[in-house]
C-alpha cells in the first residue's frame, strides 16, 4: 500500500511495486534469468531487449481459470499456453512465439477487428499485472541502466526490491541518454500503458470519475485489452469538455485530473503509449509516418501535421484533437516540447511567476509567451526549443478547438458565421474577420479577448508560416512581390502589407492579411521589428517598465499611441523617439492608414460615427475620409483622434500609402526630390498640389490631393508647413479661429492692411508670409477650398456650370462669366473674390496659369501685384499668346465694370471720384458692380479736362483700351447691345479688337433708334475730341499727317486734334485724302452732336468751347459780341454827351 500512496508515483510504472492486496502472487523465477542473456550482443539495445525477453521469459503466471495449469519451469512461453494458442495462430508471426514479449506486443497491438478469446485476455491481464511486480525486472534495470541510475541521484537513493526505482527512471526519461535503458523502459511502459487498471493509484483516484461519467468498468476481463485505453480517453475527452463548457460538464475531481494528465505525460514519448490514439491511428501512421520512428513524441507530431489532410480519418482525427487540447491545458504532455525547452524554462524564469495560478504555468499559451517575451528582448533562446516552439504555435493556428477560451466564447459567434470551416486556420481566421469588426456583425468582448490571446500565443507575426490560412492565401504574392526576403522573415508581412490593394494582391490575401494585421496593431510586442526597435523608446517615453510582458492590463494600441505621439516631435518640443525606432513607427503608420481598423484607439472612438456617417463607405480608404469629411460633426472624442491623424498625415503624406501610390507618375516627374527626403514636412503634399493639373496627374491622384486640400481648410493644424510657419501669428492676431480658411482670411486682412496703410513694420511675421502666399494660391485654384465662397454659389454651380469640373479654377471661371445670372448672395462673394485677385493677380488662378509663359516673356521684373498691369501694357505685342490676350481681355472687362476693381485707378483718382460722381456712389452698393457709371463719369470729366494729372493718365489708358474694344466699356455694352446685334453684327463677330464696332455705332449715328445708346454713342464722339488716341480709326488714318504737321504738339487736351482741325482749314497744308475724309465726317458728326446733345448748362457749354477744335473763332465771335452788346446804349443820340471816342476803344 505504501507504494500506491506515494505523491510523485501518480502513474504508471509506481505499479511495478503493485499493490499487494491486487496482486495475485505467482511463482519465483529462476534467478538466472539475467544470466541467460547472451553476453557477446554486439548492440546494447539488443542486450537490452534481449534482459527484458528473459525477465519475461521466465516470469511467473497466476492460475487461469479455464486455460492449461502454468508451467513453473525455466523457460515458460506464453505461445506454449493453450488459452492463447489459437489466436497467437492466427494473429502472429512464428518467429515471435518464442518471446514472449513480441508475443504480448503482437496481441496487444492486433487490429480492432481481431477479436481474442475472453480467456487469452484474462490471461495476458495476470501475465502482465505479475511482470510488472516481479522483482526480476528491477534486477535487469540495475544492470541495462547502471549508469544512469548513477547519475540520476533521486533514483540511486529508491530502495531496492519495491519497484521504486522504474517508476524512478520513468519520471526521469528525459534525463535518461543510454539508449538501452531508454528502450527497456519503454519496453516496460508499453506493457503497463495497455490497461489503465494495471497504474496503480490510477485506478483509486479516478474510480469514482469512472463511474460517474460512465467511461468504463474495472471489473477485469469486463472489457477487452482495446476498449481499456477507451476509458482513459473518456476520462481526457471530459476533462477537455470541462474546461470548453464550465457550466454543461461534469467536474472531474482534483487528483484525477492530475492522474490524467500524468497518464498523457509519461505516454507522450512513444505513440504506442496512449492506446485509444494508438488503435484509432494505427492505418493512418502507415499511410503518413511510416518512415517515422516511434519515440520521443516524433509519431505525433508526424500525425498532428497531417491532421487535416482529406485522406486522415475522423477518429484519428478526433483523437490527435484531444491530445493537442489536453497539450494546450499542460505543455509537458508534449514529449519534444517540454524536452527541447527544459533549460530555456528555467532559464528564462518561466515557472516563477507568483502572480498567477499554479496551473496556469503549465499553459501552453503561457509558455510560449514567455519565451516569446525572452525571444523578443534578444535573450538566448535555444534553437531547438524555438523550433518546438514554431510547431505548437502552427497548431493553435490551425485549430480554433485548441484554445478553450475560444471554444467557450466564440460559440455563438462560430455557429452563425463560421460553421463548416474548421480545417488548416479557417475558422479561426472566420471569427478574425468577425472580430474585425463587420458592421454587419458584433462579436462578444470575451470572444474577442479569447482571439487577441491567441493570436499572442501563437504570435504569427514573426512567422508568417505559422498562419497556414495566410501562407497558402499569399504564396503566390510572396513568390512575386517578396522574394527578395527570407523565408520566415518578419518582414514578409510588412512587405505583404506595402503591396495591399496594389496589381500584385490577390483577393484572397487581402482578406487574411487584413484579419491578422487587426490583432496584431493591438499589441505592439506582435510586430518583433518594432518591438525591437523600440522597446528602450517605450521604457524611456512610456514608461513601460515592469509591465508583466504577458499581463492582460495592458490596455489595447496604448503603447504605441504613445510612440507615435513623439515619433513627429521637434527639438524644442522636448524627448524624441530614436532614429531606428522612428523608422520603424513611420512603417507601422503607413501601413495603419490603409484601414481604420488598423488604428486600434481610431476604431474604439469612432465606433459610433462609422456607423451613423460611413456605412456607406466600405470601399479601400473611403471609411477614413469620411470621418474627415464629417469632421465637424463627430463626436468629441472621435473628432480628437481624426484630427491627430489628419494632423500627423499633413507632416508625413506618405502615411496616406493609396495616394502615394496613385499619385507615383507624378512624384517620379516632378517630386523625386523631396520624396527622397527621410522627413518629409509636407514638401510632398505641397510639391503635388503644385503639380495637380500636369499631364503625369491621374484621376486617382488628383482626388487625392484635392481630398485633403478640403480637408486642411477645417483646421489649420491640419497644414504642417503652415502651423509651423504661422502659428505664433495665429495666436498674437487670429486667436480662437480654428478653420484654416478664417485664419488665412484674417492673417491675409492683416498683411494687406499693414501694405495700405504703409505701417512701419508688418504685424505678420515674414515666414508666415511667405507661407500665408502659398496657401491663398493653392486655396485659389478650387472653389471648394474656399467653404464661404462654394457655399453661397452650390445652386448656382448646379444651374449655370453643372458640366463644369472643379479645379483648375474652372468653375470659379464659370461663375465669372455668368455674373449677370448669380443670385444675390453667390454675387456677392464673386465680386469680392474678384476685388481681391485685382489687387494681387497671382492670386488669379486662370490668369496665372494661362499667361505663365507670357509673364515670364514679359513681366520678369515687375512686381507681383502688378503683374496685370504688365500683362496689359504689352497685350498687343506680336509675341502675345492668343489664349493669354483673351484672357487679359477678360480681365479688363471685370475691371471697367467696376472702379474697385481697378487698384491702379482707385488710387491715381481717390480725390476725383467723390468729387465729380459723388451721386453715383451714393446708390451703389458694397457687392455689385456699378456697371461702369464711375468710370464713365470720369470718361466725361477728361473730355472736359477737370482731372487730376494722375486720373487724367489712368483715364486715357482707359479710354485708349475701350475705343479699340467696346467690350470694354460696359455701358456701351449694356445700352447698345441690340444695336449692335442690328446695325455692326459684322464688325463684331470679327472681333478684331481695332475698334471697328465704335466706328459702326459713329457711322450709323442717324440710324440708331434707342436714346440710352445714341447717348453713350455721343459721349463716345465728345471723348474723341479730346485726344485722337480715344478715336483708333481717325489716329490709324491721320499718323502720317500728325508725324508731319503736328509732331511737336504734346498729345492730350484735345491739342493734337486741333492741331489737325487748323489744318484741314489751312488752305497750303494738304491732308492724307483719308485723314481729310476721316476729319470731315468728325466734324459733320461733332456738329450733328452739338445739334442733338445741347449743353445741359452753362459749365457743360463752357467747357464745349473750350474743347471745339474752333475755339478761337467761337472765342473771337463771342468777344466781339459782348463789344457790340456794350456800344449799344452809348450809340443812342447824345444821351451821353460826356463820352469819348477814346473810352469807346478802351471798352473794345
Not at 287 to 297: D, P, S
Not at 613 to 631: A, F, M, P, V
Amino acid at each position: 500500500m505504501a507504494a500506491c500512496r506515494r505523491a510523485q508515483l501518480l502513474l504508471l510504472l509506481s505499479s511495478v511495486s503493485f499493490c499487494l492486496h491486487c496482486t495475485v502472487h505467482g511463482l519465483k523465477a529462476p534467478n538466472n534469468a539475467i544470466a541467460n542473456v547472451p553476453a557477446n550482443l554486439p548492440n546494447p539495445a539488443d542486450r537490452a531487449a534481449a534482459a527484458a525477453a528473459a525477465a519475461a521469459k521466465d516470469a511467473p503466471l497466476a492460475p487461469v481459470a479455464a486455460a492449461s495449469p502454468p508451467r513453473r519451469t525455466t523457460g515458460w512461453k506464453l505461445s506454449e499456453e493453450a488459452a492463447c494458442r489459437e489466436d497467437l495462430a492466427r494473429l502472429c508471426p512464428k518467429h515471435t512465439w518464442s518471446n514472449n514479449l513480441a508475443v504480448l506486443e503482437c496481441l496487444q497491438d492486433r487490429k480492432e477487428e481481431m477479436e481474442l478469446a475472453a480467456d487469452c485476455n484474462h490471461l495476458l491481464w495476470n501475465y502482465k499485472l505479475n511482470l510488472t511486480t516481479d522483482p526480476k525486472f528491477e534486477s535487469v534495470a540495475m544492470e541495462v541502466c547502471k549508469s544512469t541510475i548513477s547519475e540520476i541521484k533521486e533514483c540511486n537513493e529508491e530502495e531496492r526490491g519495491r519497484g521504486y526505482l522504474l517508476s524512478c527512471l520513468v519520471d526521469h526519461r528525459s534525463n535518461v541518454s543510454e539508449h538501452q535503458c531508454n528502450q527497456y523502459i519503454t519496453k516496460m511502459t508499453s506493457i503497463v500503458f495497455s490497461d489503465y487498471r494495471l497504474i496503480c493509484g490510477f485506478m483509486d483516484k479516478c474510480k469514482e470519475d469512472i463511474n460517474t461519467l460512465r467511461c468504463g468498468s474495472i471489473n477485469v476481463g469486463h472489457k477487452d485489452v482495446h476498449s481499456q485505453g477507451e476509458v482513459i480517453a473518456c476520462l481526457e475527452k471530459a476533462l477537455v469538455r470541462e474546461v470548453e463548457q464550465p457550466d454543461q460538464a461534469r467536474p472531474i475531481r482534483e487528483e484525477c485530473k492530475k492522474a490524467i494528465m500524468r497518464v498523457a505525460e509519461l505516454s507522450s514519448d512513444d505513440f504506442h503509449l496512449d492506446r485509444y490514439l494508438y488503435f484509432s491511428c494505427r492505418n493512418d501512421r502507415e499511410r503518413f509516418c511510416e518512415n517515422t520512428q516511434a519515440g520521443e513524441g516524433k509519431v505525433y507530431k508526424c500525425l498532428f501535421n497531417h491532421k487535416f489532410e482529406e485522406a486522415m480519418s475522423e477518429k484519428c482525427r478526433e483523437a490527435l484533437t484531444t491530445r493537442q487540447k489536453l497539450i494546450a491545458q499542460d505543455y509537458r504532455v508534449s514529449y519534444s516540447l517540454a524536452k527541447a525547452c527544459k533549460a530555456d524554462l528555467r532559464k528564462q524564469h518561466c515557472n516563477l511567476d507568483n502572480t498567477l495560478p499554479r496551473a496556469r504555468e503549465a499553459r501552453l499559451s503561457y509558455l510560449l509567451l514567455c519565451l516569446e517575451s525572452a525571444v523578443h528582448h534578444g535573450r538566448v533562446v535555444s534553437g531547438e526549443c524555438q523550433g518546438e516552439m514554431l510547431d505548437y504555435r502552427r497548431m493553435l493556428m490551425e485549430d480554433f478547438s485548441l484554445s478553450p477560451e475560444i471554444v467557450l466564447h466564440c460559440r455563438g459567434e462560430i455557429e452563425a458565421h463560421c460553421s463548416g470551416l474548421h480545417r488548416k486556420g479557417r475558422t479561426l481566421h472566420c471569427l478574425m474577420r468577425v472580430g474585425r469588426g463587420d458592421r454587419s456583425s458584433t462579436v462578444d468582448s470575451l470572444c474577442q479577448s479569447a482571439l487577441q490571446t491567441l493570436i499572442q500565443s501563437a504570435d504569427p507575426g514573426a512567422d508568417y508560416r505559422i498562419d497556414r490560412a495566410l501562407n497558402e492565401a499569399c504564396e503566390s504574392v510572396i513568390q512575386t512581390a517578396c522574394k527578395h526576403i527570407r523565408s520566415g522573415d518578419p518582414m514578409i508581412l510588412s512587405c505583404l502589407m506595402e503591396h495591399l490593394y496594389t496589381e500584385k494582391m490577390v483577393g484572397d490575401c487581402e482578406h487574411r492579411l487584413l484579419e491578422l494585421q487587426y490583432f496584431i496593431s493591438r499589441d505592439w510586442k506582435l510586430d518583433p521589428i518594432l518591438y525591437k526597435k523600440c522597446h528602450g523608446d517605450a521604457i524611456r517615453l512610456c514608461h513601460t517598465r515592469g509591465w508583466n510582458e504577458t499581463s492582460e492590463l495592458m490596455p489595447p494600441g496604448a503603447v504605441f499611441s504613445c510612440l507615435y505621439r513623439h515619433a513627429y516631435r521637434t527639438e524644442e518640443q522636448g524627448r524624441r523617439l530614436s532614429r531606428d525606432c522612428k523608422v520603424e513607427v513611420q512603417r507601422i503608420l503607413h501601413q495603419r492608414a490603409l484601414d481604420v481598423k488598423l488604428d486600434p484607439e481610431l476604431q474604439r472612438r469612432c465606433m459610433t460615427d462609422l456607423g451613423k456617417w460611413c456605412s456607406e463607405k466600405t470601399d479601400t480608404g473611403q471609411e477614413l475620409e469620411c470621418l474627415q469629411d464629417h469632421l465637424e460633426d463627430l463626436v468629441s472624442s472621435c473628432r480628437e483622434v481624426v484630427g491627430n491623424v489628419t494632423e500627423l498625415e499633413s507632416e508625413d503624406i506618405q502615411i496616406e500609402a493609396l495616394l502615394i501610390r496613385a499619385c507615383e507618375p507624378v512624384i517620379q516627374t516632378h517630386c523625386h526630390d523631396v520624396a527622397d527626403n527621410q522627413i518629409d514636412t509636407g514638401d510632398l503634399m505641397e510639391c503635388l498640389v503644385q503639380n495637380k493639373h500636369q499631364k503625369e496627374m491621374n484621376d486617382k491622384c488628383a482626388v487625392g490631393v484635392t481630398h485633403f486640400q478640403l480637408i486642411q481648410m477645417k483646421d489649420f493644424r491640419f497644414s504642417y508647413k503652415f502651423k509651423m510657419a504661422c502659428k505664433e501669428d495665429v495666436l498674437k492676431l487670429c486667436p480662437n479661429i480654428k478653420k484654416k480658411v478664417d485664419v488665412v482670411i484674417c492673417l491675409s486682412t492683416t498683411v494687406r492692411n499693414d501694405t495700405l496703410q504703409e505701417a512701419r513694420e508688418q504685424r505678420v511675421s515674414l515666414k508666415c508670409r511667405k507661407q500665408l502666399r502659398v496657401e491663398e494660391l493653392e486655396m485659389s485654384e478650387d472653389i471648394r477650398l474656399e467653404p464661404e465662397l462654394y457655399d453661397s454659389c452650390k445652386t448656382d454651380i448646379s444651374r449655370l456650370c453643372s458640366n463644369v469640373a472643379f479645379g483648375n479654377a474652372q468653375m470659379i471661371e464659370c461663375l465669372k462669366e455668368n455674373k449677370k445670372q448669380l443670385s444675390p448672395r453667390c454675387h456677392q462673394r464673386i465680386f469680392r473674390l474678384q476685388e481681391v485677385e485685382m489687387s494681387d493677380p497671382e492670386l488669379d488662378y486662370q490668369l496665372m496659369r494661362v499667361c505663365k509663359q507670357m509673364i515670364k516673356r514679359f513681366c520678369t521684373e515687375a512686381d507681383a501685384r502688378n503683374v496685370l498691369q504688365c500683362l496689359k501694357q504689352n497685350k498687343n505685342s506680336e509675341l502675345m499668346d492668343p489664349k493669354c490676350k483673351q484672357m487679359i481681355t477678360k480681365r479688363q472687362i471685370t475691371q471697367n465694370t467696376d472702379y474697385r476693381l481697378n487698384p491702379v485707378l482707385r488710387k491715381a483718382c481717390r480725390a476725383d471720384i467723390p468729387k465729380f460722381c459723388q451721386s453715383i456712389l451714393n446708390k451703389a452698393s458694397d457687392d455689385t458692380e456699378l456697371e461702369g457709371q464711375v468710370i464713365s463719369c470720369l470718361k466725361l470729366k477728361y473730355a472736359d479736362q477737370r482731372l487730376s494729372p494722375d486720373c487724367e493718365d489712368q483715364i486715357r489708358v482707359i479710354l485708349q483700351e475701350s475705343a479699340l474694344d467696346y467690350r470694354l466699356d460696359p455701358q456701351l455694352q449694356m445700352h447698345c447691345t441690340e444695336e449692335i446685334s442690328r446695325l455692326c453684327a459684322e464688325e463684331a463677330a470679327a472681333q478684331e479688337q481695332t475698334g471697328q464696332v465704335e466706328e459702326c455705332l459713329k457711322v450709323n449715328l442717324l440710324k440708331i433708334k434707342q436714346d440710352a445708346c445714341k447717348k453713350e454713342v455721343l459721349n463716345m464722339l465728345k471723348e474723341s475730341k479730346a485726344d485722337i488716341f480715344v478715336d483708333p480709326v481717325l489716329h490709324t488714318a491721320c499718323a502720317l499727317d500728325l508725324k508731319h504737321h503736328c509732331a511737336a504738339i504734346t498729345p492730350g487736351r484735345g491739342r493734337q486734334m486741333s492741331c489737325l482741325m487748323e489744318a484741314l482749314q489751312d488752305k497750303r497744308v494738304r491732308l492724307q485724302p483719308e485723314c481729310k475724309k476721316r476729319l470731315q465726317d468728325r466734324i459733320d458728326m461733332w456738329s450733328y452732336a452739338a445739334k442733338v446733345a445741347p449743353a445741359e448748362g452753362f459749365s457743360d457749354l463752357a467747357v464745349q468751347v473750350m474743347t471745339s477744335p474752333s475755339k478761337n473763332y467761337i472765342l473771337f465771335m463771342i468777344a466781339l459780341s459782348v463789344c457790340v452788346l456794350f456800344l449799344v446804349p452809348w450809340l443812342t443820340p447824345l444821351n451821353r454827351p460826356g463820352i469819348l471816342k477814346s473810352d469807346l476803344k478802351s471798352l473794345c
